[in-house]
């Protein structure tokens, strides 16, 4: 089409609405960048906060009313509903992906993946980190199996010994008033798997609502018969081979639960001093974070040693006290004993270089039976290790007035017997750590225990081999020096350390984190197709007590390693960065997003648990500021969407309620784009797939297709390095800022006079973009693309799920970097006339716009996309300017970055007096905020952290000052 350089008159034709349409696009000049990044922030707030006119009615909740069966393809001919319901979208379609068989592994295929799933505890319930994870393995099993992979995604959940006890036992008193002790060992059994029949299954149904495609027909748990078989063959074959052995070592204990626990059930409470702490089996509270000195005679001499302590009550077991042989306090005393005040035993007096002299009184109490350090020098000087403490942590082999005591309550006693003694030298408040039971909330004892053991010397040092050769991949990689850290303190020799051996030496108690693994060793079948896995992803946290141990049990029982890949995901704080905390309030639970729940809900939840009255208190609080109308239903596909948005590669992530709202929106979005599609896209409609140019496509056609080339591009790069926040966002641009908020603003005005021609190329272009669009998406949002894509004519497979992914080669002939340079210079100039719009309010009233171009590409481009440009610049009449033009009477202007100048003739559509106020309000406002920041910079030396906010606040300053001098001279003289 040529068009005449000079005037060129383009007319208005269609609206552009007011708040949704201000598009946020990659790869355009910083001056629009900014523009644009504060209207999408606008935009969010708008919706977030429900202030648009269209927020209560896209929030209306609509249920799916077919007569589906369970396992029945969903009737797809019902209408959609006029807004997004995720009720209604999810509704039947996963009974039918399982029944249909679309998780399960395809065996005609030769390539395969394959993830294992870290087990939940078959006591939870689905929390965010599961949502987190389950999420991400779930994006990049479905994009695997999209590009014909043999995926196999394998469930499995932990017995979780301790946890299912505790369950049990309360259920077992809450019905029956019996304790475990009361009912017996068999039947307390049959309880803990009545109650795993019953209730067991509940977390895999809640992952199943989020929408994880696993194998369910492979779902393993812990204790099933193939897995105990193979646990102990696999015992019996270290224990013979010398790796797993018996030794007597300190274990953590807890008093009520009566049971060993592992390191990562323990929390340490740290304290700064004097501290009164709640202990279940005591009526008042102990206290902890003090230190007391006492102290020993010295056996034919009258002379004394002082010692100190945080943990009194242990004097009863010590064997014996050690000094720093350096330490000139105590060289009278090499060699000597010391008497116990109150058992009578001689304690020797040690010399050992780990004391530290200038810690308490310099000398050390030790008690081998009851404390790691005490124990390794207990060791070392051949002292005793007695055990004062039963199972319930009541004492035992101590005189007779202190028999049986519990543990606390002794702690008084012994303090009374010193002072009578005249032994007591008083008590100080003193930091300290207190390990506590996550399970019962007991403080932890160190107690001495025949235990299982596996020496993990040579697997450490594989496991070391494997990450820096290269064969075991760690993502993000900053991961490998914390790997090398600890498996180098895994491989130090016993026999070598002192003192501190326990911290650098982990012989590890044989647990269930390979169980799991294990249960290919069961099917010959699986073992050799499917192991080793392609990748592990988990918990950051919990590298050591879950990866580690996979690596170096596969090791040594395969001789190769359990997957190729590891990916570590963040640890999950609240919007304000706090650790998630039910005290706090601020615990979110995945399946109250996904159906919505009212503030009253969030507050009988917190009743409902186990949190003392005033944590309750605190805790209602907190959700009345964060959820004061509770939490939305937000669907899982928005859920899922959202924490796959985060960056999941940093160490936290703060999860924020609001910004899994925006991504609901982000639902409505896409819903409401294939409403307007989807009549276009009539029966005899028959699409070329893939796309194949026609060569009637206009530079706005050219310009989209490259985009969804651009899109497909991203995603493939995204999922391959695992970045999948990279392709949330670009999904995002694509759909919103790109596709919905340009191409179908454009597309109204060629449905409405385009040629025959023009209407089929756009007819196209919109298939193309609406099909590759939805399964590009289809990982992070399978029900709603299921929705769309069981309606789109000339369906390339039966399932979203089974469909290919949208291939970067398919596209390649798409990519067209002149036509978005071309657009990127549209976009430069129709930004500058959205925001003078603004800077005037003018809403709804449409000016007549002049362009005059800073050179002959831009008004090339201008000229191209003269539709696209006059429907997004919500003009009247669009205006090009020759070189030598001028705009009439009655404009202002503003300019680009690039010296594109823009006026607008607003004389007669504005009060001039009323809005030159109201700028130079905006003015005062824009320079109190650059002062302040100017301030703060001076003042500050992270000047850079604050550069770019000035910079923009400059621009717009610059911006204000143009348009008040354009008005100023539209003023009567």
Request: net charge neutral; aromatic share 10%; proline share 4%.
């Amino acid at each position: 089409m040529y068009l005449p350089s000079g005037v060129i008159k383009f007319h208005r034709l269609c609206s552009f609405s007011n708040y949704i349409n201000v598009p946020k696009w990659c790869n355009y000049s910083s001056q629009a960048r900014r523009e644009q990044k504060k209207l999408r922030k606008e935009v969010k707030q708008a919706l977030v906060s429900g202030k648009n006119k269209e927020s209560k009615k896209s929030f209306q909740e609509v249920l799916y009313e077919g007569n589906t069966a369970p396992g029945q393809k969903k009737d797809v001919s019902i209408a959609l509903p006029s807004t997004y319901s995720p009720r209604f979208v999810e509704a039947a379609w996963y009974d039918w992906w399982e029944k249909e068989g679309f998780f399960l592994p395809d065996h005609e295929s030769k390539d395969s993946f394959v993830v294992c799933l870290p087990p939940p505890n078959v006591t939870g319930s689905l929390h965010l980190g599961h949502a987190l994870g389950n999420s991400i393995q779930d994006a990049i099993c479905r994009w695997h199996r999209m590009h014909g992979k043999s995926v196999l995604w394998n469930p499995g959940c932990d017995h979780a010994g301790i946890a299912t006890q505790v369950v049990v036992e309360k259920q077992l008193w809450k019905e029956k008033k019996l304790t475990r002790h009361q009912l017996g060992r068999e039947q307390f059994v049959e309880e803990v798997w009545k109650w795993k029949e019953e209730k067991g299954d509940r977390i895999f149904s809640q992952m199943k609502k989020l929408g994880s495609s696993l194998d369910w027909n492979r779902s393993c748990f812990t204790l099933d018969q193939k897995l105990t078989d193979a646990v102990t063959e696999a015992f019996v074959r270290l224990h013979d081979d010398g790796i797993i052995y018996r030794s007597n070592r300190l274990v953590n204990w807890s008093c009520t639960l009566k049971s060993a626990i592992s390191d990562i059930e323990v929390d340490n409470l740290s304290l700064d001093g004097e501290t009164k702490l709640s202990v279940p089996g005591y009526e008042r509270k102990i206290p902890f974070g003090q230190m007391v000195t006492f102290a020993y005679p010295i056996q034919g001499s009258s002379d004394t040693i002082s010692v100190a302590t945080t943990r009194i009550e242990t004097m009863l077991g010590d064997t014996g006290i050690a000094i720093h042989p350096d330490d000139t306090r105590f060289t009278h005393l090499h060699g000597r004993v010391a008497v116990h005040p109150l058992t009578g035993r001689l304690l020797p007096i040690v010399c050992d270089s780990h004391v530290q002299q200038d810690l308490g009184t310099g000398a050390v109490k030790l008690t081998p039976a009851h404390d790691h350090n005490d124990f390794e020098l207990g060791m070392k000087h051949r002292l005793e290790s007695l055990s004062i403490l039963d199972d319930a942590g009541c004492l035992v082999n101590v005189p007779e007035e202190f028999l049986g005591m519990p543990r606390f309550s002794a702690r008084y006693a012994v303090t009374k017997a010193l002072k009578e003694h005249s032994l007591y030298r008083g008590t100080s408040s003193h930091a300290m750590v207190v390990p506590v039971c996550s399970r019962s909330g007991d403080i932890i004892e160190p107690r001495l225990k025949p235990q299982w053991y596996v020496n993990c010397q040579d697997m450490a040092k594989y496991a070391i081999k494997a990450v820096k050769s290269g064969e075991l991949e760690l993502i993000p990689s900053n991961y490998e020096r914390q790997w090398m850290e600890w498996r180098v303190a895994m491989t130090m020799i016993s026999g070598l350390a002192e003192g501190i051996l326990t911290k650098l030496l982990k012989r590890l108690v044989l647990n269930l984190a390979y169980q799991l693994m294990l249960s290919f060793f069961s099917k010959t079948e699986d073992l050799q197709r499917f192991f080793p896995t392609s990748l592990l992803e988990t918990a950051s946290d919990i590298m050591f007590f879950w990866v580690a141990r996979m690596v170096m049990m596969s090791h040594v029982l395969t001789e190769q390693l359990p997957f190729k890949q590891v990916l570590f995901h963040s640890v999950l704080r609240d919007a304000h960065g706090r650790k998630m905390s039910k005290s706090l309030g601020n615990v979110i639970d995945p399946m109250d997003v996904i159906s919505g729940i009212s503030l009253e809900g969030l507050n009988q939840r917190l009743k409902d648990g186990n949190l003392d009255p005033k944590e309750v208190q605190l805790a209602e609080k907190a959700q009345r500021k964060d959820f004061p109308q509770g939490i939305p239903e937000c669907g899982a596909d928005a859920l899922r969407f959202s924490l796959c948005s985060y960056n999941h590669k940093a160490n936290f992530v703060n999860v924020d309620i609001n910004h899994i709202q925006f991504h609901r929106k982000f639902c409505n979005k896409i819903w409401q784009a294939y409403k307007f599609v989807f009549p276009h896209l009539r029966a005899e409609f028959n699409p070329s797939v893939p796309y194949e140019l026609s060569g009637y496509e206009s530079a706005t056609d050219v310009w989209m297709l490259s985009r969804l080339a651009h899109l497909v591009q991203a995603c493939d790069m995204a999922f391959t390095d695992y970045d999948l926040n990279n392709a949330t966002t670009a999904l995002i641009d694509f759909w919103w800022s790109e596709f919905c908020d340009i191409y179908l603003e454009y597309s109204k005005e060629v449905f409405r006079s385009g040629s025959p021609e023009a209407v089929s190329s756009v007819q196209c272009v919109m298939h193309a973009c609406v099909d590759n669009g939805i399964r590009a998406l289809s990982p992070f949002m399978p029900y709603l693309c299921e929705e769309l894509f069981q309606r789109l004519p000339k369906r390339s497979a039966g399932s979203v799920c089974v469909a290919a992914y949208p291939r970067v080669e398919e596209l390649a002939h798409c990519v067209n970097a002149i036509s978005q340079t071309e657009m990127q210079h549209v976009k430069d100039v129709f930004s500058v006339a959205l925001k003078m719009r603004r800077d005037l309010h003018l809403t709804k009233t449409k000016a007549h716009v002049y362009i005059q171009p800073c050179n002959a590409d831009v008004e090339e481009a201008l000229l191209k996309h003269h539709t696209a440009f006059l429907v997004l610049s919500r003009s009247a009449e669009v205006h090009i300017l020759s070189e030598r033009s001028f705009p009439p009477n009655g404009c202002i202007y503003d300019s680009t970055e690039q010296g594109n100048v823009v006026y607008m003739q607003v004389q007669d559509l504005i009060n001039v007096e009323e809005e030159l106020n109201k700028l130079e309000k905006q003015r005062e406002k824009q320079n109190v905020a650059l002062h302040k920041i100017s301030v703060k910079s001076s003042q500050d030396a992270q000047f850079s952290i604050e550069e770019e906010k000035m910079k923009e606040i400059q621009l717009q300053l610059k911006s204000t000052d143009r348009i008040i001098a354009s008005l100023k001279r539209l003023l009567p003289e």
